[in-house]
């Protein structure tokens, strides 16, 4: 007789062996497979992460705050591990102020839900071989970027990255959906910053008011990309060249947004 696995009990299964517990001191670290439930607001000194993920795990901020003491140095959240080894996830909702960096890591995946990182340094500094998620989150008005992003593959929906002193979204990213990038500084509101065939897709947006390359230019691109139902003021093709660590962005061709 065939056996078939029930879909409910397969997800009691898997809740009953991730091992959840609560979180109130800074510098915890939830291990793959561990569920960590935030339970204070924290104020962190520059430890090299407040809280500390790894590939597997998760994180629920329940609403609370995690604070640094200085815009220039410490993390909030860090996530690490192997690729094979899934995702750091955060969820919100939740607010990450007052570090070098809200969030940062590498190697492992990365998911984050609801949350907000305002305050920072930046919001978002994060090196992944696969794939980053940010669904409703908010990171804007940070000192240098709102989020940054090398390697890998970024999804961005319902995303907000407003006034951030040097750019709004740095990264590369393959979709992105009612994101609002209105106000950064030099590199833009959305920069996409790897070399593809395929164009990105960039829809219901509103990418404006921003100064990439002290010109005005709202979106810069390294790739193709489609614009569908976005609001977009000034946009630029271009080439990123590096001579002696001094880094040169050249105007390739301008993009079909409302102003060009």
């Not at 009953?16 to 510098?27: I, K, M, N, P, S």
Request: proline share 3%; hydrophobic share 40%.
């Amino acid at each position: 007789m065939e056996r078939r696995s029930l879909p409910g009990l397969v997800l009691v299964l898997a809740a009953a062996r991730a091992a959840a517990f609560d979180l109130t001191t800074c510098g915890g670290a939830v291990q793959a497979g561990e569920i960590a439930d935030l339970r204070a607001d924290l104020v962190c000194p520059p430890l090299a992460a407040a809280v500390a993920l790894t590939a597997g795990s998760t994180l629920n901020l329940n609403g609370h705050t995690i604070s640094g003491t200085s815009t220039t140095s410490g993390t909030g959240i860090q996530c690490g591990g192997r690729r094979s080894d899934g995702f750091c996830v955060v969820h919100g909702p939740g607010l990450i102020t007052n570090f070098g960096v809200a969030v940062v890591g590498g190697g492992a995946s990365l998911r984050l839900e609801a949350l907000t990182a305002r305050g920072n340094g930046s919001g978002l500094a994060h090196k992944a071989p696969r794939l980053i998620e940010l669904v409703d989150v908010d990171m804007s008005d940070n000192a240098e970027y709102g989020i940054t992003a090398r390697g890998g593959r970024m999804r961005l929906a319902n995303v907000t990255a407003n006034h951030n002193g040097i750019g709004g979204v740095l990264a590369p990213v393959v979709k992105m959906a009612h994101v609002t990038a209105i106000g950064n500084g030099r590199d833009g509101g959305v920069f996409l910053t790897f070399k593809s065939h395929r164009a990105t897709r960039i829809i219901d947006s509103t990418i404006t008011g921003n100064d990439g390359l002290g010109q005005g230019f709202d979106l810069l691109t390294t790739r193709p990309v489609r614009l569908m139902n976005t609001t977009c003021a000034r946009g630029a093709r271009v080439r990123t060249t590096s001579d002696g660590g001094v880094e040169t962005t050249t105007i390739v061709h301008r993009l079909g947004c409302a102003e060009d």
